[in-house]
């Protein structure tokens, strides 16, 4: 059930992305744009949970000098990424400069956290209530 949360929240993420940020947009074949939406969630938690380590490790020398900004580097690689790669299928995302995949990956990151916050709960308020 997490699993599934998290794939939604990755597209509702997604979607906020291509709606607010000038210069991302959603090239799709498909006739329903959230089928495509929801296929780009994916390839972005498959990135994100094979790709994103080991780049994280062979970076961590960048990531400790720029007091962990370079992982905004590194997220901004796997949203890039993950428009090629659906590109490839044809239900990727147009994304015209760095910029604007700097401050996709940047809404992306933000908006799953906060959503994460809201409907993802890992027990620690359970923990915390029980010992009162």
């Avoid at 210069?23 to 938690?45: M, P, Y």
């Avoid at 994103?52 to 020398?61: D, E, S, W």
Wanted: hydrophobic fraction near 60%.
């Amino acid at each position: 059930m997490r699993l599934l949360l998290r794939w939604i929240i990755n597209a509702v993420a997604i979607y906020a992305a291509v709606q607010l940020v000038p210069g991302i947009e959603l090239q799709s074949t498909l006739q329903d744009q959230w089928v495509a939406i929801f296929l780009l969630a994916l390839v972005l938690g498959l990135l994100n949970a094979v790709l994103r380590p080991l780049l994280v490790f062979l970076t961590c020398p960048l990531i400790i000098l720029t007091l962990g900004l370079g992982t905004l580097l590194i997220n901004t690689l796997m949203f890039y990424l993950t428009g090629v790669i659906g590109a490839r299928f044809g239900w990727g995302l147009q994304i015209e400069s760095f910029w604007a995949a700097f401050l996709g990956a940047l809404v992306v990151s933000i908006v799953s956290f906060l959503l994460s916050i809201l409907f993802i709960d890992n027990g620690s308020r359970k923990r915390y209530e029980h010992r009162s």
